[in-house]
Nanobody, 124 residues
Framework: QVQLVESGGGLVQAGGSLRLSCAAS????????VGWFRQAPGKEREFVSA????????DYTDSVKGRFTISKDNAKNTVYLQMNDLEPDDTAVYFC?????????????????WGRGTQVTVSS
């Protein structure tokens, strides 16, 4: 059994920053990677970033490169998404997700485990 619990969302003005956290528990030893997806109203769930479970490699979608940083605290089994220079287009529900299969993927249907999400709202 795996549980992923997100926190850290909120309302921020454009140009501001937020840090999302995802606490993982259970059989996380089987994970190859953990990551973040987001879903805005009326839009499909989209890949944001992912990091290998050991924190060695990471991947970002182009629209957040240079603004978002994913990291992992191995001792706490917690994944972070530091989001700087936020834009109104970043407004969405952000979901933490885990993947057991080797390799990164940007397809949401290739991730088996999901948190409930945390709302991020960026005002202009």
């Amino acid at each position: 059994q795996v549980q992923l619990v997100e926190s850290g969302g909120g309302l921020v003005q454009a140009g501001g920053s937020l840090r999302l956290s995802c606490a993982a528990s259970g059989q996380t030893y089987s994970f190859y990677a953990v990551g973040w997806f987001r879903q805005a109203p009326g839009k499909e769930r989209e890949f944001v970033s992912a990091i290998t479970w050991r924190g060695i490699m990471s991947d970002y979608t182009d629209s957040v490169k240079g603004r978002f940083t994913i990291s992992k605290d191995n001792a706490k089994n917690t994944v972070y998404l530091q989001m700087n220079d936020l834009e109104p287009d970043d407004t969405a529900v952000y979901f933490c997700t885990g993947r057991q299969t080797t390799g990164f993927s940007r397809r949401w249907d290739e991730y088996a485990y999901w948190g409930r999400g945390t709302q991020v709202t960026v005002s202009s």
